[in-house]
């Protein structure tokens, strides 16, 4: 199955702004919860992405793993290291992370790592 993850990034953050329209409330909590846990302390904004990227494979969320494979590329991540911390779901989740990471999260490695050189 091919995925068109340059769309499925677009319908995740649009879809954000649309709900965001009718309630504001609920988006701006959910935002301000990102931009507080993706903030540098003492984890820097590369791994926080990577181990979303590893998270997302293993709960199978396929709008994670676009985005956040989108922001560690933004975040200077290299498409190893988004491949060694997907790898690092895979201990844990087995198979379905292995699924995941084989399929949509290379598609997403095809698709975005060329915005970032």
Same mark, same amino acid.
């Given at each position: 199955?091919? +995925? ?5 990034l677009n319908s995740f953050v649009g879809g =954000?702004?649309? =709900? ?9 909590? #959910? ?6 846990? !993706? %903030?540098?302390? #003492? ?5 926080? %992405? ?12 396929? +709008?994670?793993? $676009? +985005?956040?494979?989108?922001?560690? #590329? %933004? ?12 790898? $690092?779901? $895979? ?8 699924? !995941?990471?084989?399929? =949509? ?5 095809? %698709? #975005? ?5």
């Amino acid at each position: 199955m091919a +995925y068109n993850v340059r769309e499925m990034l677009n319908s995740f953050v649009g879809g =954000l702004e649309n =709900l965001a329209a009718t309630n504001p409330e609920n988006v701006n909590a #959910f935002m301000g919860l990102l931009g507080t846990t !993706y %903030e540098p302390k #003492f984890l820097d904004l590369k791994t926080k %992405e990577l181990m979303s990227v590893a998270i997302g494979c293993y709960n199978r969320c396929e +709008y994670c793993i $676009v +985005y956040h494979a989108y922001k560690a #590329f %933004e975040a200077g991540a290299t498409k190893e290291e988004i491949i060694e911390a997907a790898m $690092v779901s $895979v201990a844990f989740g087995g198979g379905p992370s292995m699924a !995941y990471s084989v399929t =949509l999260l290379q598609e997403c490695i095809k %698709e #975005f790592e060329g915005d970032f050189k």
